[in-house]
C-alpha cells in the first residue's frame, strides 16, 4: 500500500494505468489537498486489474455505492 501525503505525487504517476488519462488518478496531482492511499502500488512496483480510479476520488478510499430498486 502506498499512502502520500498532501501535495506529494505517486512516485508512479508516469507509467501507472490508474492515471490514464494523465491526472485521472488524484494521487497524481500536486495539488491535492488531502493524504491519498493508493491499494494498488507500493513504493516499487504497480498494480493494475483494469479497473478504473474515479477522478473525484480524493483520498483513495472511496466506495462506490450502487442503490438497488
Excluded: W
Amino acid at each position: 500500500m502506498l499512502i502520500l501525503e498532501i501535495m506529494e505525487v505517486c512516485p508512479h504517476a508516469g507509467n501507472c494505468d490508474y492515471d490514464k488519462p494523465e491526472g485521472a488518478c488524484f494521487g497524481a496531482r500536486r495539488d491535492r489537498l488531502s493524504k491519498f492511499t493508493c491499494e494498488y502500488a507500493d513504493r516499487t512496483t504497480v498494480f493494475s486489474d483494469g479497473i478504473v480510479r474515479n477522478p473525484l476520488d480524493q483520498t483513495g478510499k472511496m466506495k462506490v455505492l450502487m442503490e438497488g430498486k
